[in-house]
């Protein structure tokens, strides 16, 4: 009778100077950084715990990615991504419960399918179905959606 949750698998904070950006959260939180080059829009992966291959090592932690801000994309603050079994039928879920999807899922490589969206309050969140090889359940192993960006 109960319906699977989704979970928060991850974060993400807009940049406009990811180094900067990157050197704060080094220096007021301990968080390690690993910047991406151009072929991955210069995303900046974000480690916040002790982590493996398998992602947070710690229950419920998460890590997360800072993203160069761009005049052009709405909505450009912290959110949170969510995991899904099924981007196409959640993408549908989303828009019958009154969301509004913001283009057409990407691929990530190596990671999965990823499409952000408006909530009702105009909040923006992203879902991400993640690649096969990957495991989404919080309560048996923790997932990484950054893991295999390296």
Do not use: C
């Not at 603050?77 to 969301?99: C, L, R």
């Amino acid at each position: 009778m109960s319906k699977t949750m989704n979970p928060v698998v991850h974060f993400e904070m807009p940049a406009a100077d990811r180094k900067r950006m990157a050197q704060f959260y080094q220096k007021a939180f301990g968080w390690q950084t690993e910047m991406l080059g151009p072929e991955m829009n210069d995303y900046v992966v974000v480690t916040t715990t002790e982590s493996d291959d398998n992602g947070p090592k710690n229950p419920g932690a998460i890590n997360g990615g800072f993203y160069t801000k761009k005049e052009d994309w709405p909505a450009q603050y912290p959110s949170v991504v969510i995991a899904v079994d099924d981007i196409k039928s959640a993408i549908k879920t989303v828009t019958d419960a009154g969301g509004k999807i913001l283009g057409d899922p990407m691929e990530i490589p190596g990671v999965g399918q990823y499409v952000s969206f408006f909530d009702t309050e105009g909040n923006r969140v992203s879902m991400l179905q993640p690649a096969p090889r990957m495991t989404v359940r919080p309560k048996s192993e923790s997932y990484r959606a950054d893991s295999n960006l390296k």
